[in-house]
């Protein structure tokens, strides 16, 4: 650096040393200005944007840019696109955007990304979210018209599901439940005339058809799914109801019951006792397929407790080999008296923390989506959704509207149970209260535990859970 | 001797990168320290958090549903970790010698085989092998067929899920390794090797005589390297497994992220992070007084 004055010397190195301090500390004092005002600037821009955002409409000119997280497959999706696209014709400054996940990153999405500006506006959620994100202030409640709507439109306890203390939180779209489904060309071959509808009958059963190379099951009388939660929790749950059981009552876990001992005894003998189901032929994946899929396609387990919803991957995987399969009832339990299955349904939540022109908006996309207008032949453009995968509809006007579609002989079983069916308890902490027993339920199934510990350890976890989650 | 002005100039030039890793690196660390002493919400903003001690910590060291799942995933965590140390470190030593050894044929196809894992996408690795491991459907199963052994249950026991996960990391990261032993093994000058050979020393003396002994750095380096990577575990479980069968493979990253996201509790969470963070301290520092020590000796 040249000295900004002609003097020379020991005293004017050492003017000339502070003053380059000086300069040196106003540069690094600059720096760390900047760095400070980045960090500043990176923090404090939610509100401002937030607003900036509602008010040109997401920044696409006049346009109020929408979206939409589900997990839906990507042919659904496409689906969804020409209903979008039909929307948006007739609605020209309105832009409805698709975001498409996994199951397994639904929830992650829709947590990380709920509170921030750019996350989905729409979303379907499973109902057992629903009371955390509502005590978190993620979700707009709907607006009177569309909740009176609701109320309206749909079955009492659909409608239910989808408000939290007395407010209503989305639509009601899908309602799923389970059934015994069962594959009709290996009953034959085991001389087996009709499906079990029993305990006894599903063990008996269970053990003609399980064939062994060994010690090791090929071809297993009855699957148990593990390594999913509902997939372990909601057919435990369907046998436990019908055997007369309850997970929850009263707010406080009931699982030290006598019918959830019998429930419980029942995997033990399934699983270890009998042997009949093998663990390593039903474990599932993120995407919810699997080998407890592919064994169940490829004729290799005979029995399992499934949802309605699983329909399409079925006759995708089987194609001609599909008529082989026929759902039954839920076997019923010693202490039952009638096949109850779980059920649970999905709703569309709106962001609570989108921009007010965004969240009226979504109101009114919704509003038409599950509309007869949106669909053809009355019903919704959602309930045609919902159908293309199997699924059942839950609008009133919807169900009487697909009446035809929805006796056909796979969904027959199930569509004839939904008046008994019963609700998954929705409670705070639902979701570690499922993880919880699923996890002792998969214990119990490796023979890692007994049927008595694994009731005993499910029952203090549940009481644990509900506990922490009621704060 | 430095200079007051040469200080200045110093902290000036370093002031974007430390106030950068300040911004990403210590801040989060910090704020991750208060959150794991708070009952908080990851949905709701940081002002809601409310205070709770060390709360959080004891419930992850207590007899609760809470504590037996964290503790099984930090257990499977460090044996998920330990596995790939004890398998990556002497594969690598392997390949990179034979790598190394311009003699033998082949080593140009070899070393490009070996990397090419390294540069595919975790993701992609773990949705591959989740169909080559299908007990039923799978080729792995079907090719120890050929051999006679019966079929595997390998991502569907409780038994061998863990080290099926092991497995795809060493398959993944074994060209990474390679290269930095064949890096570490160019430092050796090959007088050391002409003179230990004139001393009547030969391969496997030499192996452990000379190459390992002055391998240490590059190996210590691959060790803290490795392990790290090995903490930091999340695709294939979240991918393939969700931390099953019965939480056999459930580790910390993919437990914090369904404690702290899927169950929203951040605050539990964070006292999850903080406790492996410290732990991963503990344990790296254990693997360079080691070899400190070894160095004394």
């Known amino acids: 650096m040249r000295p900004s004055s002609p003097r020379t010397g020991p005293e004017d ?459 | 001797m430095r200079t007051a002005r040469q200080n200045w100039w110093a902290a000036g030039l370093l002031a974007p990168s430390v106030g950068l890793i300040g911004v990403f690196v210590l801040i989060p660390i910090v704020l991750t320290l208060w959150l794991s002493l708070h009952r908080w919400s990851t949905a709701t903003p940081f002002g809601d958090a409310e205070w709770v001690g060390l709360r959080n910590f004891d419930a992850l060291f207590s007899s609760a549903l809470v504590g037996r799942d964290f503790r099984q995933a930090l257990r499977n965590t460090f044996v998920y970790a330990g596995l790939s140390i004890a398998l990556l470190i002497p594969l690598s030593i392997l390949f990179g010698v034979i790598v190394h050894r311009a003699a033998v044929r082949g080593t140009t196809f070899l070393r490009t085989v070996l990397f090419a894992t390294y540069c595919v996408p975790m993701i992609a690795v773990a949705i591959v092998w989740s169909k080559l491991y299908s007990p039923t459907e799978g080729p792995v199963n079907q090719a120890l067929g050929w051999f006679g052994i019966g079929p595997q249950p390998w991502l569907s026991d409780t038994g061998t899920a863990l080290i099926s996960l092991v497995f795809l990391n060493v398959w993944q990261q074994l060209g990474y390794f390679t290269v930095l032993v064949v890096a570490g093994l160019t430092q050796i000058p090959p007088s050391v090797y002409e003179a230990a050979a004139l001393d009547g020393a030969r391969n496997v003396k030499l192996l452990f005589k000379i190459t390992l002994p002055l391998l240490r750095r590059t190996l210590l380096f691959c060790v803290v390297i490795a392990l790290i990577n090995a903490i930091q575990v999340f695709e294939p479980v979240a991918t393939i497994t969700q931390g099953g069968p019965v939480g056999s493979t459930n580790v910390l990253t993919y437990h914090i992220r369904q404690v702290g996201i899927e169950r929203s509790q951040g605050g539990l969470a964070s006292a999850m992070a903080v406790t492996l963070l410290l732990a991963l301290m503990a344990v790296v520092t254990l693997v360079f007084a080691l070899m400190r020590k070894g160095d004394d000796r």
């Open chain 1, 13 to 471: 190195d050492q003017w000339r040393g502070r003053g380059s301090v000086r300069r040196t500390s106003r540069y690094v004092a600059l720096l760390l200005l900047a760095v400070c005002a980045l960090v500043v600037a990176a923090c404090g821009s939610s509100d401002d944007d937030k607003g900036a955002s509602t008010a040109s409409g997401g920044g696409s000119g006049d346009k109020v840019k929408i979206s939409f997280l589900t997990h839906w497959a990507p042919e659904t999706v496409r689906a969804f696109e020409r209903v979008t696209a039909a929307y948006t014709a007739d609605h020209p400054d309105v832009e409805v955007e698709i975001r498409a996940v996994p199951f397994a990153d639904l929830l992650t999405t829709l947590r990380s990304q709920a509170g921030g500006d750019n996350g989905p506006t729409m979303a379907s959620i499973y109902d057992l979210w629903l009371p955390e994100l509502v005590r978190d202030g993620v979700l707009s409640r709907a607006p009177a018209a569309n909740a009176a709507e609701v109320t309206k439109e749909w079955p009492a306890n659909l409608a239910g599901a989808a408000s939290v203390d007395g407010s209503t939180y989305g639509y009601p779209n899908e309602v799923d439940l389970y059934a015994l489904n069962y594959n009709k060309a290996l009953f034959r071959a085991a001389g087996i005339a009709d499906p079990p509808r029993t305990w006894d009958e599903l063990i008996a059963d269970a053990k003609k058809l399980t064939k062994k190379d060994g010690d090791r099951i090929t071809q297993q009388g009855f699957g148990l799914i593990s390594s999913w939660a509902a997939g372990t929790v909601h057919p435990f749950t369907s046998l436990l109801y019908s055997n007369g059981g309850e997970l929850i009552a009263d707010g406080r876990a009931a699982l030290d019951s006598q019918q959830a001992g019998e429930t419980f005894d029942l995997v033990d003998q399934l699983a270890n006792k009998e042997k009949v189901s093998s663990a390593q032929m039903s474990t599932a994946d993120a995407n919810t397929t699997g080998p407890y899929l592919e064994n169940f396609v490829s004729g290799k387990t005979a029995m399992i407790i499934m949802a309605n919803w699983w329909e399409s991957a079925l006759r995708a995987g089987m194609r001609g080999r599909f008529s082989d399969i026929a759902t039954a009832p839920i076997p019923v339990g010693p202490s039952g008296d009638a096949p109850h299955s779980v059920s649970y349904s999905w709703l569309t939540v709106v962001n609570g923390k989108a921009g007010e022109a965004e969240q009226r908006a979504a109101w009114e996309f919704l509003a038409y989506l599950n509309s007869p207008e949106s669909g053809e032949e009355g019903h919704s453009a959602m309930a045609a959704l919902l159908q293309s995968m199997g699924i059942l509809p839950s609008r009133t006007s919807d169900l009487e509207a697909y009446r035809g579609d929805l006796s056909r002989e796979f969904l027959k079983a199930y569509v004839e149970e939904l008046p008994n069916a019963k609700p998954f308890p929705i409670v705070l902490g639902g979701q570690e209260f499922t993880e919880s027993l699923q996890r002792n339920l998969e214990a119990l199934q490796a023979g890692q535990m007994s049927a008595g510990d694994a009731q005993e350890r499910s029952q203090a976890d549940a009481e644990s859970v509900l506990e922490t989650a009621a704060g």
